[in-house]
């Protein structure tokens, strides 16, 4: 996994919505990019969910949130559409970023549910190896906002 401090890795993956997202688009600002096994199954639901629910107060934070699964831009299209949910989803279906992270099971057919809060700067702000997903959002929120404000320089902002 990359840790606090790191340069998080160069990317570029379809998004459920027929765009592409690559850490270059994302400069700037900050964003938590969340793994999660596939798409439908409870746990995924649950974590989705929760950042659905929470998505007026990260959005009001200034944090952009992507969900990354090994699931076809399809299949993704369909869970958002169903999930009501407010952000992108993205496929990783060569497995690269999972991989580059440390989200790739070695001998599973899904993505490890780990996810990143990285800062404006492209830096890991806080790494998440263990995520509970009806409380992670909660979590993401609170972290952000006390890393903001404790940060002292604009990693955040």
């Known amino acids: 996994m990359l840790r606090e401090g790191m340069r998080f890795v160069d ?41 659905r629910d929470a998505w007026p107060a990260l959005e009001a934070a200034g944090v952009t949130v992507f969900g990354v699964s090994y699931d076809s ?6 869970f958002a559409a169903k999930r009501n949910l407010p952000f992108l989803l993205l496929s990783d279906r060569d497995r690269e970023l999972a991989r580059a992270v440390g989200a790739n099971h070695l001998l599973l057919p899904f993505p490890k549910r780990i996810s990143y809060l990285v800062g404006a700067d492209g830096t890991v702000l806080k790494a998440y190896p263990r995520v509970r997903p009806a409380e992670h959002a909660r979590q993401v929120l609170t972290d952000f906002l006390r890393l903001r404000q404790d940060g002292g320089d604009d990693r955040g902002q």
């Open 11 to 51: 990317f570029e993956l379809p998004a459920h919505d027929g765009t592409t997202v690559s850490d270059a688009r994302l400069a700037g600002r900050p964003y938590l990019i969340y793994f999660y096994p596939k798409a439908e199954t409870p746990g995924c639901v649950r974590e989705a969910c929760a950042l």
């Open 73 to 78: 831009p399809a299949v993704n299209r369909a």
